[in-house]
């Protein structure tokens, strides 16, 4: 017994991964076809999109925004534990991943709640009407624009909703001063992380599945 946390071994990673992963034969398709069209495998693990499946259902989601798409591995998953009249707001600045992820979406049966917005996601938040609310956000872009996308994204998530940031550890090097690795983008993701942790309209932990997703729930309006 202990106060303190276990560290996660790849063994435990690998019973955990087993035991809570939600993907899913159209998942495992899209990551065969996305490696074939040259995607670079750098979408969220396995053991991450039970997370983000329970996220959405804790909330009682219905619309679900998504910062940087890539191949749509993690939007598939969100949508499938959507409503049938829930909508996920897929960004993405990439014109052939665009195009891959709505191929995607019709194959799975999920064109009905998958729209790609296509261009940049700063561009597309700041056309939003005060109206336009998301249950669940999930930022998964650009990592200097992470602050941005969070204060731009604050004012359009409800009372209750989440905000979640993908690799928050930052490929385990999130904790250090002045990183050699990728510097630009550990340091953005530890200024997330801080502004996550510190700011007065959020309730917000890290949790260590993946690369770290950082998640906060809206308590009050800003
Ligand atoms: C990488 C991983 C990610 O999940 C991401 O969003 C961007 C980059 C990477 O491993 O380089
Ligand atoms: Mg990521």
């Known amino acids: 017994m202990s106060t303190h946390s276990t560290f996660l071994t790849p063994e435990l990673n690998d019973y955990l991964a087993r035991l809570f992963s939600a993907e899913d034969n159209d998942l495992r398709r899209l990551q065969e076809l996305a490696a074939e069209a040259k995607i670079p495998a750098i979408s969220i693990a396995p053991e991450q999109t039970s997370f983000l499946q329970l996220m959405i259902s804790v909330t009682g989601a219905r619309r679900v925004l998504e910062i940087g798409s890539l191949a749509g591995y993690s939007a598939l998953t969100m949508a499938k534990a959507l409503p049938q009249d829930g909508q996920l707001l897929a960004c993405e600045i990439d014109e052939r991943f665009a195009d891959f992820i709505e191929a995607r979406a019709r194959e799975a049966g999920l064109d009905h709640i998958i729209n790609v917005c296509r261009g940049p996601a700063l561009t597309t938040i700041a056309s939003f009407t005060p109206e336009d609310l998301f249950d669940v956000v999930f930022i998964d872009a650009d990592k200097p624009n992470y602050v941005r996308y969070l204060e731009a994204v604050l004012p359009h998530v409800r009372l209750g909703g989440v905000v979640i940031g993908d690799n928050c550890l930052a490929w385990g090097h999130v904790h250090e ?46």
Do not use: C, W
């Not at 983008?185 to 942790?197: G, K, L, P, Q």
């Open 177 to 222: 001063a002045q990183p050699d690795y990728e510097p630009s983008n550990v340091t953005a993701i530890a200024a997330f992380n801080d502004r996550m942790s510190t700011h007065p309209a959020l309730r917000s932990t890290l949790v260590p599945l993946g690369d770290g997703m950082t998640v906060g729930v809206k308590i009050r309006e800003i």
